[in-house]
């Protein structure tokens, strides 16, 4: 019975199909059965994927792969620089021995319809010592064949010897609080450093990729302050508030969720429907800024006792020629494809989507894909309100003459 649930499960989610991820830097996916990946720190949900180099903090990279066997898989690090592009380190460069580790830490669901094996892996660790600060991608994969990349996380190392600060504002170089902010920074420069050659500052809004900005050329320098400020790339469409839901019971109606039924192997979730909002004021929300969390009422441990729920999706909205919509969240990984892609019902004029998702705290929005660009943008259905309370975070890269890679010496979140 129990491999009947498991493949029923797998037609919901499609045939099993490895992609490659040569070429391809951003954390994802690449095989079907595998879901839920993370990269959280353990002792503070909503810090960014940053540990501090040769101190005790950690990351745990978490994952699931749907079924009932355990699949003996290991896994290497990728050094990038700030443009995620991987470096010309050797491995002994930023790896003190060698470049690969077994998963060791898993463990099976507990009461749950869905049967999956959770996996986590804590960074750093004995078996792979980081020993140089910058950009990371941790690669996942089968043991019998080091080719097959099943998953792969973004996650940063910080030397944290150089003093970040800065602020955001709605009065920008665009325009004053109309559907922009604008991001100032100061940095701390030692006489070492050269600031109008050495320094690399990237800044990306809720951990959304598109969004990053790369700047290197500081507005001016005041003692030992470089500033930047005035500068166009800082400039980013405001966005608007997350849009929320809660699984964290199956079997009753949890926040935004409008009804739940169980359906033969799993349970379903209609949430309730959402409207467009660009053209509504703005309303206050106190959201995770695009984050989720994995949560069950009942579970002493919800990595393994939280079920796969099917989270059905609807949007009334007028149909969009020359582009599709889809559903946008850390827990898609910024990722768009089949999975969380909207389909328009000429029936009653609305897009309606379905997800399988671990039960959990959720926040999500829609974006709009054009064909031409296959940029997302949430702007013409979320809206730009200049108040929303978005997340940046800065990182301040050294990249001196002849250096074969960026060090980041320096981070913050604003």
């Not at 393994?304 to 946008?328: C, E, M, R």
Request: hydrophobic content about 35%; aromatic content about 12%; overall charge negative.
């Amino acid at each position: 019975m129990k491999k009947i649930i498991g493949f029923l499960f797998l037609i919901i989610l499609g045939a099993i199909t490895v992609y490659s991820a040569e070429n391809d830097t951003r954390t994802g996916i690449f095989r079907d059965d595998v879901k839920t990946l993370q990269v959280k720190n353990p002792d503070f949900f909503m810090a960014p994927p940053i540990v501090r180099l040769g101190s005790q903090d950690r990351l745990f990279i978490n994952f699931d792969i749907i079924g009932e066997e355990h699949e003996y898989l290991r896994y290497k690090l990728i050094h990038c620089n700030a443009d995620w592009k991987p470096s010309r380190l050797m491995e002994s460069e930023y790896i003190a021995g060698f470049n690969e580790a077994e998963v060791t830490d898993y463990a099976y669901s507990s009461n749950t319809y869905i049967h999956y094996v959770n996996y986590n892996i804590e960074i750093p660790n004995a078996d792979l010592p980081v020993i140089s600060s910058g950009n990371y991608l941790l690669q996942v994969y089968p043991e019998n064949d080091p080719d097959e990349i099943i998953l792969q996380a973004r996650f940063a190392v910080t030397e944290n010897s150089t003093g970040v600060a800065g602020g955001k504002t709605s009065r920008t170089d665009k325009g004053f609080n109309t559907e922009y902010q604008q991001i100032n920074l100061a940095v701390d420069a030692s006489s070492n450093i050269n600031p109008y050659q050495d320094l690399i500052i990237t800044v990306e809004q809720n951990n959304r990729p598109e969004t990053m900005r790369t700047i290197s050329h500081p507005m001016r320098v005041e003692g030992g302050k470089v500033i930047f400020d005035h500068d166009m790339n800082l400039v980013f469409e405001a966005g608007n508030e997350y849009r929320r839901f809660e699984t964290v019971r199956a079997d009753y109606p949890g926040m935004h969720v409008d009804s739940v039924k169980f359906g033969g192997s799993n349970w379903h979730a209609w949430l309730a429907e959402d409207g467009m909002r660009d053209e509504r004021e703005y309303i206050y929300d106190r959201t995770q800024h695009g984050r989720f969390k994995i949560d069950e009422y009942n579970s002493t441990d919800p990595d393994l006792g939280a079920d796969y729920v099917t989270v059905h999706f609807t949007l009334d909205a007028p149909q969009i020629a020359g582009a599709d919509i889809y559903v946008d969240g850390d827990f898609i990984l910024n990722r768009y494809n089949r999975i969380n892609k909207m389909t328009y019902d000429f029936n009653d004029g609305k897009y309606h989507g379905s997800i399988p998702i671990k039960q959990g705290s959720y926040n999500y929005q829609y974006v709009v894909v054009p064909h031409s660009t296959g940029i997302p943008e949430p702007a013409p259905i979320e809206g730009n309100k200049y108040e929303t309370s978005n997340e940046y975070l800065v990182k301040v890269f050294l990249r001196t003459p002849g250096s074969r890679a960026d060090r980041l010496i320096g981070m913050t979140v604003l």
